[in-house]
Every structure is written in C-alpha cells, then in structure tokens.
C-alpha cells in the first residue's frame, strides 16, 4: 500500500513524499491515521535532527515519519495480534514506549524513530514493540481529534500524579495534588495549560479547593476563562480564579487569595526565570512545584529559595509527558464527554505540516490540528468566517464552530472530511 507522509531526512530537512509500505508481518498491524497534533517536541526534533536522543542516527539514509499525537483506525492485522485488534478499531498512540529494542534503544518513539509510523501520515505500520508495550490504545469516544489529543491532556495528568507531599515527622512521598489544597497553574492558559485547567476541574477523585490560573495576556485569560469558567469548576467544589500578573506585586497578589498560607501545588508552564522564582515564592509549607515547561535551552537555570527547603520542605518536581496509564485516564475521560476542542486553535491538511513544523514557534494560538488525508492550508479558526465569503465549507466550518463556542468540534471534523475536497490547497 503506498502512503504519504512528511519524513525527517536531517536538521531543518522535512519531505512531504509518497512511497510504497512494506507488507505487514505476522507482528505488525497496518492503520489508517485520520488526524495529528502538531508539537513543540517534533520542532526541537527537526532542528536537532540526528544528535536528538529519539532519532536514529542514519536518517540520511532511512529517514524516520514525524508526528505523534496521532489517532486513526486499523485496516490489518498480523495474525499475532488478532485476538487483540480488529479491522475499524479507532485508536490512540502512547509514543513514550520505553522498549530497550526500538531502533534507538529505550527512548525509541512513533514519530521519532521508526520508518514507516508516524502520524503525519495516511497509512502507516504499527511495529510489534508498540503494542508488545501495551502502547496501541483503543478509544470509544466521539470522532478522532479528541484521541489525538489524549497525549498531551495525559502530559498534565501525568504531572498531577507526580506531585507530592509528606507528613511532618515521616519521610513516607504521598503522591499526587493535595486533595482540598490550593493549587496554582502559571503561566497557564496556552494549549497545555488550558489542558491542565480542562482536567483539574472535572476530576472526581481528587481536587483542589482554590485553583488560580496566571498569565499576563488578557486576552487569553479571557479565553480561558470563557472555555473554562469559573461557574463550571463550582459546580465540582473549585474556587477558580483567572489573575493578570504583569502589574503590581503578583507574589502578593497571589498569596493573598490563599488568606496569607501559599499554595500546597504549583505548576510552571513556561520556562522563564521569574515565573519559576514566582512558583517558589508562593509555595506553602511542604508545597511542590512542578515545573512542567520544557527549556529549550539545557543550561537554564533559576534561583530557588533553599532556606524554605530546609525549614518548609519545599520541593520540586519535574515532568515530561504522561506514561500508559495517564493516557488511558485521558482516553476514558474523552470517551466520557471531556472534550479537549478548546486546544485547538489552527487546522490543516498534510500539505501544511512541513511550512508549519519548520515555524511552530512562530505561529501564534493553540493546538494546530492536521487531518493526513486532506489538503488544506494551516488555517486559524477565528479565520474561517473570512475565508468562507469564497468558499462555502469554510463557511459551513465557520457556523459549526460559531454553534460551539467558536471551537472545533466532532461536527466540524464531520463536516471537513466529508467536502475537503472542495478546499483551497494553498
């Protein structure tokens, strides 16, 4: 079977090409990848291509498919795997395999380090780690995108399971947030925040009694606040709280909603100094900061107040993505009507993928959406109202987002797979 797929041939060195699949083995399944989320992560792969942990090194020569936020339906299954997967599963991906005979050992992941899985593209073979690992996970919900997005809300599940606390006079870790604590997401309202609130909100086992959200954009404060509203965390017993930090004494300001006692969890999404020294300033007495963001630079340091370690017990965690677990939570959750639609900000067909990975940094907004079978330039959402004076499924996309709240929704991902067709490429 021939697909097309954006491959990774060395830095800054995307192809979009189309080329023939091998037959699959008795170990392997062939699967039909409907939709990808692009991520920062494959940017940093792009640019650090064959000294990256996760390439191969010989990707001149075997180049490897990027994307993996991916979701899709099996087509075939290698006999071994019959009794587990059928022809029109719908399916999820965790890349995080940590399986020692990938092609690059343990840190070997889908949309890394394999020629021919990766989820910027039409078809793809799933190779026999992917589900010996138990990573290949089937979703019952609504549509695809949300299965998509299953691996970054598991990214943020994973990091409110990291979390912890002790009790004075043990040394015994409690995992997790501080069930009734009060809990602060910096930094919080891009795509992984906006997951992070989406998720802490609706949690039933565990919750916080005061949730304040930072950032120093308005405008996506008033977003967020519009997506996730104040009103809609009450009904879960959450005090929620959107604050402006870019004026004033915001270390005070933020301690105050906390009556003076700081925060028992705190949560750095962006990986700036200040923000970091803002985390460690309001943390309470044995209050974890987890910093989340992801540096791109490995020398990046901050200060940290020791003295609060010593006499607070203080402490810091740090997480990147979520494991099997956290994203089979995610899935469940989605399949139970969360809905993730508030991430996405921009969408587009596999024509898209290259221009847009090679300047993601530079592309403003959320989540940026790619559907493998189509064509279709990188498109915001808030754009679709414009574009649709000159083409009507634009503007059939602008009146179903329009009906929820300007979000994408399973109608919309409907609707755009059925007339994509008749879309503009360029």
């Given at each position: 079977m021939k697909t097309k797929a954006v491959r990774l041939y060395g830095k800054n060195d995307l192809r979009l090409e189309e080329f023939?699949?091998?037959?699959?083995?008795?170990?392997?399944?062939?699967?039909?990848?409907?939709?990808?989320?692009?991520?920062?992560?494959?940017?940093?792969?792009?640019?650090?291509?064959?000294?990256?942990?996760?390439?191969?090194?010989?990707?001149?020569?075997?180049?490897?498919?990027?994307?993996?936020?991916?979701?899709?339906?099996?087509?075939?299954?290698?006999?071994?795997?019959?009794?587990?997967?059928?022809?029109?599963?719908?399916?999820?991906?965790?890349?995080?395999?940590?399986?020692?005979?990938?092609?690059?050992?343990?840190?070997?992941?889908?949309?890394?380090?394999?020629?021919?899985?990766?989820?910027?593209?039409?078809?793809?073979?799933?190779?026999?780690?992917?589900?010996?690992?138990?990573?290949?996970?089937?979703?019952?919900?609504?549509?695809?995108?949300?299965?998509?997005?299953?691996?970054?809300?598991?990214?943020?599940?994973?990091?409110?399971?990291?979390?912890?606390?002790?009790?004075?006079?043990?040394?015994?870790?409690?995992?997790?947030?501080?069930?009734?604590?009060?809990?602060?997401?910096?930094?919080?309202?891009?795509?992984m925040g906006l997951a992070a609130i989406s998720y802490a909100i609706r949690r039933r086992d565990r919750k916080p009694r005061l949730l304040v959200v930072t950032d120093i954009d308005q405008t996506r404060l008033d977003r967020a606040s519009m997506l996730y509203p104040p009103e809609e965390a009450a009904k879960n017993g959450i005090e929620l709280r959107y604050v402006n930090t870019s004026g004033g004494d915001a270390v005070a300001t933020l301690k105050a909603l906390t009556g003076g006692k700081g925060y028992n969890d705190v949560f750095v999404f962006a990986p700036v100094a200040p923000v970091v020294e803002q985390a460690d300033a309001i943390l309470c007495y044995d209050g974890c900061l987890n910093f989340f963001a992801g540096p791109a630079k490995s020398d990046f340091k901050t200060l940290f107040n020791f003295y609060n370690v010593h006499y607070a017990s203080t402490h810091v965690v740090g997480t990147s993505g979520g494991n099997t677990d956290d994203m089979k939570e995610a899935l469940q959750m989605m399949s139970e009507g969360l809905d993730p639609a508030g991430l996405v900000t921009h969408v587009g067909g596999l024509n898209a993928v290259v221009d847009a990975t090679l300047t993601l940094p530079q592309i403003p907004g959320g989540k940026k959406l790619i559907y493998t079978h189509i064509d279709m330039p990188l498109t915001p959402i808030a754009d679709f109202a414009e574009k649709g004076k000159q083409n009507p499924v634009f503007a059939a996309l602008a009146q179903l987002c329009e009906d929820n709240k300007g979000l994408w929704s399973v109608e919309a991902e409907e609707y755009l797979l059925a007339n994509a067709g008749l879309l503009p490429t360029g």
């Open positions: 023939e699949l091998p037959a699959i083995s008795e170990d392997e399944i062939l699967a039909k990848v409907v939709c990808d989320s692009l991520c920062m992560s494959s940017y940093k792969a792009l640019h650090e291509a064959d000294v990256h942990k996760r390439v191969p090194r010989d990707i001149g020569r075997h180049p490897t498919i990027i994307g993996h936020e991916f979701a899709g339906e099996v087509v075939e299954v290698g006999a071994r795997w019959q009794a587990h997967f059928s022809a029109g599963d719908k399916f999820s991906i965790q890349p995080a395999l940590n399986y020692a005979q990938g092609p690059v050992g343990i840190l070997s992941a889908p949309g890394y380090s394999y020629r021919y899985v990766g989820g910027d593209a039409t078809y793809v073979i799933m190779p026999r780690e992917v589900m010996e690992q138990g990573c290949l996970l089937r979703y019952a919900g609504r549509g695809y995108y949300p299965a998509s997005l299953s691996e970054p809300l598991s990214c943020v599940i994973g990091a409110m399971h990291a979390s912890y606390h002790t009790t004075p006079g043990s040394y015994v870790h409690s995992m997790e947030i501080a069930d009734g604590g009060n809990m602060a997401i910096l930094a919080g309202v891009g795509p």
